[in-house]
């Protein structure tokens, strides 16, 4: 995720290609059915060519169609169940995120950057007794980064002229009556987050959920991944909840920074 662009020829770009992922990448949760207008709008092409990569999608297996709209099919999880089992850096973090879980009895999970989303690439396995499961919080989901823990630590982890440049012309949506939006708030949250290497979103996505995330560095001290905890407002609220929490999420990323 968020792997830099190579510089390639323009002879080996294929656009055709392009403009399929295009069309497939606009459909998200808020818009799970298009028809062509709709995709042609959120894909930047023409409504012809928007049906054309549609009528081909369909007939390969990545979409499902009643003939007038579209949605995709169980076909497009080959891709996230290829990497989330491929993947080096799932498998090097589940066991530390399944270990937190059994001490705790909280929820774990590792995020990456994706434009203006994390996505969850690991969490720990659900357990008897766990006192907080938030929604949506499942393998391959996307969050907003900016209303999330794991987005506020990979976006401060950013050189200041990349997330400047990331925020610049941004809407941020609100999500909660708790979501920071104004972009003036929103920078100087990040520069928090930046000062304490470490984030709180305190019901900005999701109302009645609390989390707190680190950053996961390499020995380079690039972040890439983000760790956080989710709980309940009373307990993250709580000074001796982040007094004990704290550490283990630090102690974690210490011990994993060697393998990333």
């Known amino acids: 995720m968020n792997a830099p662009e190579h510089a390639m020829a323009k002879a080996d770009f294929i656009e055709g290609m392009a403009k399929g992922m295009a069309v497939l990448e606009s459909f998200d949760t808020q818009r799970q059915r298009l028809n062509a207008t709709q995709a042609a709008e959120r894909a930047g092409l023409t409504r012809a060519a ?17 003939g007038s709209h579209y949605w995709l099919s169980a076909k ?5 169940g290829s990497y989330l089992a491929s993947a080096r850096l799932p498998r090097l973090l589940q066991p530390t995120l399944n270990r937190l879980a059994a001490l705790t009895r909280d929820s774990f999970s590792a995020a990456v950057l994706d434009g203006d989303e994390v996505v969850i690439i690991a969490r720990n396995v659900s357990i008897g007794g766990q006192r907080l499961m938030a929604y949506g919080l499942h393998l391959g989901a996307r969050l907003p980064a900016h209303a999330t823990s794991t987005g506020r630590v990979l976006l401060a982890a950013m050189p200041r002229a990349e997330f400047s440049a990331w925020l610049k012309g941004r809407e ?8 920071a939006v104004d972009h003036k708030a929103f920078k100087a949250l990040i520069t928090e987050v930046r000062s304490q290497d470490l984030a709180v979103a305190r019901e900005e996505h ?15 001290g690039r972040a890439v991944a983000a760790l956080n905890v989710v709980s309940s407002a009373e307990r993250m609220d709580s000074p001796q909840f982040q007094r004990d929490m704290l550490p283990l999420l630090q102690d974690a990323a210490r011990e994993l920074r060697p393998l990333l």
């Open 50 to 66: 928007a049906r054309r990569h549609l009528l081909t999608l369909a007939h390969l297996g990545y979409l499902e169609t009643d």
């Open 76 to 80: 497009v999880l080959r891709f996230s």
């Open 172 to 179: 941020l949506p609100r999500l909660t009556p708790h979501t």
């Open 206 to 220: 999701e109302l009645g959920v609390f989390a707190l995330a680190v950053p996961l560095r390499n020995m380079q």
